[in-house]
């Protein structure tokens, strides 16, 4: 069965062949370790997981990577500001070094609770590979696509024809941003720094933490070459399939093509693949507003991490989703529910896997990683009569394999872990809905109309909560 995927570079769902027989390269833009990875953040790293997953259950190895930018990324995400890393230690009064390790450690962290398998990837960092990169920028300088600056070297893109190719981007339209001070030297706008020069030491308060010897002078890589050295290094000239946010479109994965064609004189990736953003409660994920997500604060609201991965499931990859509490809720409810049946309902007792929800599965995830079918088709098969509940639990196992749930974990511990949190779960981070006939019934027992009273219960318990009246007020739980 063919494998369609949504690639940026052609605007349409190409069919996938790999350039290598059974074998996938994949490159996935990594996190600038100097703060925790935010919920916006990581439905990137579950996408990449999602399309590896899929690559395998189709039969395919695959050789991933994904990069550690410990350097050079600075706070315009183009070639002005302050180095992120550099900007981080500062804030939390630390050394650089220990930066890197603590938001490295956190991010795996995240990753390893989301249920990705990081034994399978590799993860490079920016300053384990200063010499691929100073090589490279060597070759693009013999090539001719470098100039000097006062800053630093720079690449030209105006001898790249199809400079700006990935999402049709208009380079003539692009321009600073209020905030970003120019750089007068540049030849053209969309030009981008291969290699900054550190500054003079009397035009800083204090040195630069991160600093290395090269050809052209003291200091550090750009943020886009590192991609371009690693993945050369790690994957080869040509890869499959590169990754990363629409925000990566526009410049960091353009300034890519045309920084790794320039030095190859071959097509980088056949495929690249953009996750869209999300929004938390209709707005946009922004730290001067206060309202980013991290994963430590949903675990610390008694959601399972899995319950983050389910929602992101729920929506297709490319299309913008939106983070609400009461969603987080409903995706909390319906796994503990599939959890819950696997347990309770199926046993112990393996069946054979039902060929005809197998291809409808595979149909689904097959098409550009339609994870809302596959989840939808999930709860349809469990509606199946037909079908004995050994035979329902081996093909939920089976699809496990792409959706990453934690299927063939699920034992009575895991049932109880559940449980466990479902009692901490909060009013205020339970559904509108559920909160709403929880007031419902409040009322209605103040009111003495205990019959109404008991069928809101019952509904609540249709519904996955049980609620208990205290001498505090009512509990509600999750059943």
């Known amino acids: 069965m063919p494998i369609l995927l949504k690639n940026t570079l052609t605007n349409k769902k190409d069919v996938f062949i790999s350039r290598k027989k059974d074998t996938v390269t994949m490159y996935n833009c990594g996190p600038t370790v100097y703060d925790y990875a935010h919920i916006g953040n990581l439905r990137a790293y579950v996408f990449a997981d999602s399309l590896r997953r899929v690559f395998e259950y189709n039969g395919y190895s695959v050789k991933q990577v994904i990069n550690i930018t ?16 550099e900007s981080g230690a500062k804030r939390e009064g630390l050394k650089v070094s220990k930066i890197i390790k603590r938001y490295t450690d956190a991010f795996l962290e995240d990753l390893r609770k989301l249920n990705i398998n990081i034994d399978k990837i590799i993860f490079p960092k920016a300053t384990e590979h200063i010499q691929e990169q100073i090589v490279f920028i060597q070759t693009l300088e013999e090539k001719g696509y470098t100039y000097k600056t006062a800053d630093g070297i720079y690449f030209d893109t105006s001898l790249r024809n199809d400079y700006g190719k990935l999402g049709n981007i208009d380079t ?25 020069f550190s500054p003079p030491p ?32 790690h994957l080869g000239k040509q890869i499959d399939i590169h990754t990363g946010g629409v925000d990566h479109i526009s410049v960091h994965h353009n300034n ?68 609400t509490w009461d969603a987080l809720g409903g995706s909390y409810i319906a796994l503990f529910k599939l959890h819950k049946y696997l347990i309770e309902e199926c046993g112990a007792e393996n069946g054979i896997i039902n060929k005809e929800y197998q291809k409808k599965f595979q149909t689904f995830i097959n098409d550009d990683l339609d994870t809302p079918k ?43 872990m559940f449980k466990d ?27 003495k109309n205990f019959i109404k ?25 999750v059943k």
Not at 172 to 195: C, M, P, S, T, Y
Not at 289 to 309: K, V
Not at 421 to 447: M, N, Q, S, Y
């Open 421 to 447: 949190k479902g009692k901490k779960l909060t009013v205020g981070k339970l559904p509108e809905e559920i909160k709403k006939l929880a007031d419902e019934r409040e009322k209605a027992r103040e009111e």
């Open 70 to 85: 410990d350097v050079g990324h600075l706070t315009s995400d183009a070639d002005e500001g302050e180095d992120k890393i």
């Open 453 to 477: 009273a008991d069928e809101i219960r019952d509904k609540l318990k249709e519904k996955g909560y049980e609620i208990k009246d205290t001498a505090q007020g009512a509990e509600i739980t």
């Open 202 to 233: 009397d035009k800083i308060e204090e040195k630069r933490q991160q600093e290395w010897n090269s050809p052209w002078g003291v200091g550090f890589p750009g943020w886009h070459i590192e991609c371009s050295a690693m993945s050369m290094k």
């Open 256 to 323: 890519e093509i045309a920084q790794t064609e320039s030095v190859t004189g071959k097509q980088f990736v056949n495929y690249w693949m953009h996750n869209e953003h999300i929004t938390i409660e209709g707005q946009k994920i922004s730290k001067s507003i206060g309202n980013t997500i991290y994963l430590r604060n949903i675990i610390d609201s008694n959601f399972s991490p899995l319950s983050l991965r389910y929602w992101f499931l729920t929506s297709h990859y490319n299309t913008r989703a939106n983070f």
């Open 374 to 416: 596959a989840i939808a088709l999930i709860w349809d098969m469990l509606k199946d009569d037909n079908l004995s509940k050994k035979d329902k639990r081996s093909t939920m196992l089976d699809f496990d394999k792409v959706l990453g749930l934690g299927f063939s974990e699920s034992n009575k511990k895991l049932l109880e």
């Open 172 to 196: 003539k339209k692009l321009k600073a941003g209020a905030r970003i001070k120019e750089n007068k030297e540049k030849r053209n706008f969309a030009d981008f720094a291969l290699w900054k």
